[in-house]
């Protein structure tokens, strides 16, 4: 006879299903092929066929790695691989090579608050090893001449 209470009726969490030991089929191994992904993904299913569970996995996925997914595809085939988190730079360092590099926009007459672009710092958070660069000026066809 099969145990219905290990059914998760009405549980989207990823964290709730294995904390309560509960049933889960295992794609996990698809989850580490659309999270490499670099392109775009639309995910279209039926209602109460699993959309949130997917994306509530992802989170646990990216929030705390995998922790969770001992016993499970990802982790088993060795599919994902943690991303090191801290770029070996200090808050302190990270401001001071800011203000170097990119400078940023200011709109105060005191020059005391600086805006920076994000694409410039969405740069560097993604490829740390590369260390600060002007990445603004870099792509955008801006030539300076002394």
């Given at each position: 006879m099969p145990d219905y209470t290990k059914l998760p009726l009405a549980v989207t969490s990823f964290r709730e299903i294995v904390d309560n030991k509960l049933l889960y089929v295992d794609k996990t191994d698809f989850i580490a092929h659309i999270a490499c992904n670099r392109s775009p993904v639309f995910l279209s299913r039926s209602r109460r066929f699993g959309k949130?569970?997917?994306?509530?996995?992802?989170?646990?996925?990216?929030?705390?790695?995998?922790?969770?997914?001992?016993?499970?595809?990802?982790?088993?085939?060795?599919?994902?691989?943690?991303?090191?988190?801290?770029?070996?730079?200090?808050?302190?360092?990270?401001?001071?090579?800011?203000?170097?590099?990119?400078?940023?926009?200011?709109?105060?007459?005191?020059?005391?608050?600086?805006?920076?672009?994000?694409?410039?710092?969405?740069?560097?958070?993604?490829?740390?090893?590369?260390?600060?660069?002007?990445y603004w000026l870099e792509t955008g066809g801006v030539q300076l001449h002394s």
């Amino acid at each position: 006879m099969p145990d219905y209470t290990k059914l998760p009726l009405a549980v989207t969490s990823f964290r709730e299903i294995v904390d309560n030991k509960l049933l889960y089929v295992d794609k996990t191994d698809f989850i580490a092929h659309i999270a490499c992904n670099r392109s775009p993904v639309f995910l279209s299913r039926s209602r109460r066929f699993g959309k949130s569970t997917l994306v509530e996995t992802m989170h646990e996925l990216f929030a705390h790695g995998l922790k969770r997914f001992a016993g499970l595809k990802i982790s088993r085939q060795h599919l994902w691989q943690e991303k090191k988190q801290d770029p070996g730079y200090s808050k302190a360092q990270v401001l001071q090579e800011l203000a170097a590099n990119y400078n940023g926009y200011c709109f105060d007459e005191e020059d005391r608050w600086h805006v920076y672009n994000p694409w410039t710092i969405l740069n560097f958070l993604r490829f740390p090893g590369r260390g600060f660069r002007p990445y603004w000026l870099e792509t955008g066809g801006v030539q300076l001449h002394s």
